[in-house]
């Protein structure tokens, strides 16, 4: 701004019954905005100028813009997604708060696909069958899969394992609005590496789903058909794999550590039978190895049902 812009009149029209002029640069510059208020509310066209001349108008109806077709179509697409997602995350949150009196999620966590769907009719029968069976299934499977990813990822044996779940369900309409993305830069570590393998679902080869998966058209049914290694277990079994991959990434960290000296002194400090692959496959192996030696009787479980 120049010495004699400071000696400019404001050329701001500002009322709430009329039209109003915005000016750039406190009202001393080009106009910015043109537009009509009828009782304090924008009514009509509505003009917005950018500084090099070009301008963009929308219409306006009681304060609020005037949808094209084409906009409104999709407005109305994702006001129908939002409340048929909002319908589910209610559904789940009763049920949310009957089951957490019914099964106990170390329980939940040790049961294989079809002991759950077992359990379902179970939980189904106690309850009334106030609830659709899918929904009750879905939930429990979902929540198996939440704390087996808990214990595997963090080693966390909270007790409080329900209300964080709770917690899950409650904040999913918000969560799923937020994009999720690693940048290319980002780096694995070897826990990720090796879960992003092992999670994967036997049959398809999709990623096993660790957490709420709800559309449009309703809760995600990819989840009753996943499989996995890790189905079966009981929590001590969990916590071991823990330990693992902490041990698994002590052993990556003075791989690297060492062979930085290498470069540096020019000496030999890594083992022949010691690199980035071999560490990976043998944590695999002793994962793998983990969970079939603790499978457990799945017969039994049921039977503990009634």
Known sequence: ?????????????????????????????FIKEQFVKTNG?????????????????????????CLTVEEQLEK?????????????????LALD??????????????????????????????LGNRFDEELIMFYLFTKR???????????????????IFTTEIKNYQRRRLIPKFKFE?????????????????????????CGLSIWG????????????????????????????????EKRLDKYFLNRSLEKTFKEKSVPENENEEMIIESTENEIISICNKNKLNQEELVMSLY
């Open 76 to 92: 109305d697409r994702q006001e129908k997604i939002y409340k048929t997602i909002q319908e589910q995350i209610d559904n789940l």
């Open 41 to 65: 509310v924008i009514d009509g066209e509505f003009i917005s100028y950018e500084r090099n001349g070009t301008y963009q108008k929308k219409q306006f109806k009681n304060g609020e813009i």
């Open 145 to 163: 899969n939440f704390y087996i990813n808990e214990l595997i990822t963090s080693g966390n044996e909270t007790k409080l394992i329900d209300s």
């Open 1 to 29: 701004m120049g010495v004699f812009d400071l000696f400019r009149k404001n050329k701001n029209i500002i009322t709430d019954n009329g039209l109003n002029k915005i000016y750039y640069d406190n009202g001393k510059g």
């Open 185 to 209: 830069w980002y780096n694995y570590t070897l826990s990720e590496q090796i879960l992003d393998k092992l999670l994967m679902d036997k049959n398809s080869g999709i990623k096993l789903e």
């Open 217 to 248: 058209n309703g809760i995600s049914k990819r989840i009753f058909s996943q499989d996995s290694v890790f189905f079966g277990l009981n929590c001590d079994a969990y916590l071991l794999i823990h330990k693992v991959l902490a041990n698994s």
């Open 97 to 126: 708060n009957l089951i957490v009196k019914l099964i106990h999620i170390p329980f939940l966590m040790q049961m294989e696909n079809p002991t759950i769907e077992i359990c379902t009719k179970w939980i189904n029968d106690k």
